[in-house]
């Protein structure tokens, strides 16, 4: 007997496969709960719907597993056919049929009599908030609409879980987080496993339980937004999720010298070449007061003067970049709310030593 809280809804071991002689997906393991939300996220390009095509059953694996609610549906002998998989899809083209009423395209995958199934639409139209479309045709609704009735579509049959690859990149700028949050609202409320396939790091951080960042068909980090944002594997990772700073530097007795002081790097040894990556919005800005900065405190190290170089109004915030005093390099800081210091100010930036990341130079 398997569980069915601890049992994930969607397990995959080891997964590879392999297109005129390169590996696009390698080695991917993945698990998604019950109720969970799991975003498989990375640039364009780097294996995510590969992936869910071979979860989906419409692609086949060189190597490896998946098991849906703890049984095998697929390895590379034994294959069950993807409408038999319990799982339910939602790609960009959520095409709805067009010679269909809304009641019908959302009926279709649904076995059962006549109100059974009309039951099961009204309750999905009720949760998508479209009952007054049932009715309807597809041409005679907005694209967000659509969009909902796709997702009440795709749930219809009550999938284990439900594969979506960027559900939402047709839609317009300005509806998408509002339809981000209501299909959030609409998977929980049902209880489906979600793996939701991004390249918008903003879209995964506001939908996703778990991240599993990929890049060239790995999976480099997987865990909670907020770890995967405040703890990455790497620069890349770091810079995936938002603009950086990088500072170089080589280790020596065990510490780095940089503007900001000595930066401690203890396992590595001497002339390890080392980056310091720190997110504009963890650069701390002060004023110049004759020359000096505020003093250092443990927690933000030492201060370090800079030239102002540029600042720009970005609306929320401002992007003020430095050239610092130090060695003529550039940093750049981003401040909250209008800040527009002119250029040539001598300021003092800090950095927060809890903010920044140390990582070896990639050979
Ligand atoms: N059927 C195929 N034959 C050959 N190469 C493919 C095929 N499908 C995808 N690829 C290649 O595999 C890589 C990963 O593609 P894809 O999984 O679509 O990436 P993503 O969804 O992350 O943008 C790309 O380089 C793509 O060109
Ligand atoms: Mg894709």
């Not at 002998?77 to 790609?91: D, W």
Request: hydrophobic letters at 40%; one cysteine or more; aromatic letters at 6%.
């Amino acid at each position: 007997m398997t569980d069915p809280v601890t049992t994930p809804r969607l397990e995959i071991r080891n997964i590879t496969r392999v297109f005129e002689g390169r590996e696009v997906v390698s080695d991917v393991s993945l698990t998604v709960m019950p109720g969970q939300v799991t975003c498989l996220l990375g640039p364009s390009g780097c294996g995510k719907s590969t992936t869910l095509r071979i979860i989906a059953g419409v692609d086949m694996q060189d190597t490896g597993e998946i098991y849906v609610d703890g049984n095998l549906v697929c390895d590379t002998q034994f294959r069950v056919p993807p409408e038999r998989r319990s799982i339910g899809l939602m790609f960009q083209d959520f095409a709805l049929f067009p010679h269909l009423s809304v009641e019908d395209n959302v009926a279709f995958g649904i076995k059962g009599d006549k109100s059974n199934k009309r039951a099961r639409v009204r309750e999905l139209l009720e949760k998508v908030d479209l009952l007054r479309a049932i009715d309807k045709y597809p041409h005679e609704l907005s694209g967000g609409e659509q969009q909902r009735i796709a997702l009440a579509r795709a749930l219809a049959p009550r999938p284990s879980i439900m594969l979506m690859d960027e559900p939402f990149s047709g839609l317009d700028e300005r509806l998408k987080d509002d339809i981000r949050d209501s299909t959030l609202d609409v998977l929980k409320a049902e209880n489906t496993a979600v793996l939701l396939v991004t390249h918008e790091p903003h879209e995964a951080m506001r939908m996703a339980d778990e991240i599993a960042l990929m890049r060239d068909g790995k999976i480099v980090q997987q865990g909670a937004p907020y770890n995967i944002y405040n703890a990455p594997v790497d620069r890349q990772a770091a810079a995936f999720f938002s603009d950086i700073n990088v500072i170089r530097g080589t280790v020596r007795n065990m510490a780095v010298t940089t503007a900001f002081g000595e930066f401690l790097c203890p396992p590595r040894p001497d002339g390890t070449e080392v980056e310091i990556v720190i997110r504009p919005q963890h650069l701390r800005i002060d004023f110049d007061r004759d020359g000096r900065g505020p003093n250092p405190t443990p927690q933000d190290g030492a201060p370090a003067r800079a030239i102002v170089e540029r600042a720009r109004f970005m609306g929320r915030e401002s992007l003020v970049e430095f050239r610092m005093d130090f060695d003529g390099s550039m940093l750049k800081a981003t401040v909250p709310s209008v800040f527009l210091p002119k250029t040539g100010t001598p300021m003092w930036l800090m950095m927060r030593r809890d903010r920044c990341f140390v990582f070896p130079v990639a050979s």
